[in-house]
Every structure is written in structure tokens, then in C-alpha cells.
């Protein structure tokens, strides 16, 4: 699962999709997290989480703005 969601990530970055790179980047904390790998864990969610507060004021739409708090969740509850 770990080399899939890498190779995700660097599709997303490619792509400039900023909203799939900080759920990929959650998603690999996760695996991360699992595999032991807590820092390389810790590192993932502090960069999704710079994703997610870049775009919190720039979202207008009710569907996304939802979209971005599960996502910000998400990472909050991982790294708890």
C-alpha cells in the first residue's frame, strides 16, 4: 500500500491537486504509523496539515469545506 499511495503523491504534486496530496499524505501517515515508522509518520501529517491550513480560508463551497474538516480530523486523530 505504501509504494501505491507514494506513487499517488507524486501524481498529485505533478498535478498541483492539493486537496489528493493532503489526503494521500494522511493516508501514508497511516500505513506509515503501522509499519513503525513514527517520524516519517509525524513528518506526513505535518505536511498535510500545512496543506490543510493553506486552504481552510479559501474554501467557499459547503460539499469541500466538508470535504477539508474530515481530512483535518483525520490527521488530528492520527496523531493523537
Not at 504534486?13 to 494521500?24: C, F, I, K, P, Q
Not at 515508522?37 to 460539499?63: F, K, N
Amino acid at each position: 500500500a505504501r509504494q501505491r499511495y507514494e506513487e499517488a503523491l507524486a501524481l498529485l504534486r505533478a498535478a498541483g491537486n492539493l486537496d489528493g496530496e493532503s489526503v494521500t499524505l494522511v493516508r501514508l501517515a497511516r500505513v506509515q504509523g503501522e509499519q513503525g515508522d513514527l517520524q516519517g509518520a509525524l513528518a506526513r501529517l505535518d505536511a498535510a496539515r500545512e496543506i490543510i491550513e493553506t486552504q481552510r480560508g479559501q474554501i467557499a463551497e459547503p460539499r469541500l469545506r466538508m470535504r477539508f474538516y474530515a481530512t483535518a480530523r483525520e490527521s488530528q486523530d492520527l496523531e493523537v
